[in-house]
């Protein structure tokens, strides 16, 4: 059997990769899912890429979903004249009166900044290279101490970390952006700057569940209701740039760290993203750190890993899934030859479902299984398996292709379409599937987890060991 990584790869294509031939050395190197990122690129490039994506997916037979990454609310400063720098110390002001920018002041056009923020507040600019505090306010301006100085030039970005901003989960932009990708027929949906619980219910009531809904972290105001955003969220990704860029470079790490077990606790797939083969957009090979980078996401319990620029502008995007996906499968090796390095164990909550969950896998270890199949119509039992992180092959059995794709993204899951049928037929499929796919062979065993009665939503409850 060719090698399949348990951990997932997500890869954001754009002008050079959005093309089928690219897109199937992608997924020969490794990619299971596809970024589309709108704050890049027009409605019509994004439309040619879902069509490129739907082709490859049918010439290979592999199932490859495709998340639409929402721009969301983004600040940037007005028009700067050339060559102004900002001195350590100096006051500068913030204004909403439109104004060329200078060494004094410069245009800010967001009036929700303005309608929060107090003295004491930190503004950065230039993700994060500008560094001030706010000392003054009125209704139109604030004035600020330069804290940490340098160049400063027109259009670039604004973070105000301290302060939760009153501003709509999807703009007018998001909006048309959305309307447009469900309609292309994508599988997921990423909100950009989630702050709280109700940005996700809210985009949620404009979605009406045409598309699973993750949720980017990357602003601190989310930690502190991540609990919540995380039950109102179908998926987490951990946007380690922007949340970089708002809290001190220290505390990510363990920042990640707790949300990847949060998110584990739960059920809820999780990717890691942003800067993790970095230099590969210019080099044709990872440094040591990146590569360790990537391994403690899998020692973590990620269930994907995403490549950025890496892919989507990188001179080497088939050398950074291919290596990915060397580091997947080593780390996942070590994992399975020295469990106690991996995930950490998890609590069972008191639920027939987690019950049979659990005692499916830990048979299908002790057992050594040929693979531990699972059938569900919804996913849901596919993800109460894989949170219990198998180390035999999780077949999932589905006769929605639309939730065939949306499990691309979750830790160990190899979906296949089954025929709608009753229990006894399918589990013989299963049995037909596992043999002609070369997962198991003859003597073997397979663990089955279905519901009873077969085919109805929710209703996991049984387990059963099936001869090959």
């Known amino acids: 059997m060719p090698q399949v990584n348990y951990t997932k790869i997500l890869a954001t294509i754009g002008d050079h990769t959005g093309t089928e031939e690219m897109l199937e050395k992608l997924v020969e190197s490794g990619v299971n899912m596809v970024r589309l990122n709108f704050s890049h690129g027009s409605q019509a490039d994004h439309a040619k890429r879902v069509q490129a994506v739907r082709a490859v997916s049918q ?6 979903g495709i998340l639409a990454d929402l721009q969301g609310p983004k600040y940037r400063i007005g028009v700067v004249k050339d060559g102004i720098i900002l001195e350590e110390g100096q006051e500068f002001i913030f204004t909403l009166d439109e104004v060329e920018g ?3 002041r410069v245009h800010l056009p ?3 900044i303005f309608r929060v923020i107090l003295p004491k507040t930190t503004i950065l600019m230039d993700d994060g290279k500008l560094r001030l505090t706010v000392t003054k306010v009125d209704n139109r301006h604030f004035t600020a101490i330069v804290k940490t100085g340098g160049p400063l030039k027109s259009r670039k970005g604004v973070n105000v970390p301290d302060v939760v901003l009153d501003t709509k989960p999807l703009t007018t932009k998001d909006l048309a952006d959305l309307d447009f990708a469900l309609e292309q027929g994508v599988d997921g949906v990423a909100l950009s700057f ?3 619980a109700s940005d996700v219910i809210e985009a949620k009531a404009s979605i009406k569940g045409r598309a699973f809904v993750l949720s980017k972290i990357e602003k601190p105001a989310a930690l502190d209701d991540i609990d919540d955003i995380i039950a109102a ?4 990704m951990i946007a380690r740039g922007d949340l970089g860029v708002e809290l001190p470079a220290e505390v990510v790490p363990s920042v990640q760290k707790r949300l990847l077990r949060k998110c584990r606790q739960v059920g809820k797939p999780v990717v890691v993203a942003t800067q993790m083969l970095e230099s590969m957009i210019e080099a044709p090979t990872p440094t040591r750190a990146e590569a360790s980078d990537v391994a403690n996401a899998v020692f973590d319990g990620a269930d994907t890993v995403m490549l950025s620029a890496e892919t989507a502008a990188g001179a080497y995007p088939i050398e950074a899934v291919s290596i990915m996906s060397r580091i997947l499968a080593n ?3 070590h994992i399975a030859a020295h469990p106690q390095d991996g995930p950490a164990q998890l609590q069972v909550e008191p639920s027939v479902y987690h019950a049979v969950a659990q005692s499916a896998v830990k048979l299908a270890d002790d057992i050594d299984a040929a693979a531990l199949v699972v059938f569900t119509a919804s996913g849901n039992t596919a ?4 949170r219990e992180r198998p180390q035999v092959p999780l077949i999932v059995m589905t006769p929605e292709e639309s939730v065939q794709r949306r499990l691309s993204m979750l830790w160990g899951a190899r979906s296949f379409l089954q025929a709608e049928t009753d229990y006894e037929t399918a ?7 596992v043999l002609s796919e070369k997962i198991g062979h003859s003597g073997q065993q397979i663990i089955v987890v279905a519901g009873i009665p077969f085919g109805k939503s929710g209703s996991t409850n049984s387990m059963r060991v099936v001869d090959l």
């Open 331 to 333: 780390t996942e090796a």
């Open 194 to 196: 989630v702050q709280r």
């Open 427 to 433: 589990v013989e499929e299963a049995r037909q599937l």
């Open 102 to 104: 200078d060494n004094q």
């Open 233 to 236: 969220s179908d998926a987490i």
């Open 383 to 386: 993800v109460r398996v894989s």
């Open 59 to 64: 010439k290979t037979g592999k199932p490859i």
């Open 110 to 112: 967001h009036e929700d």
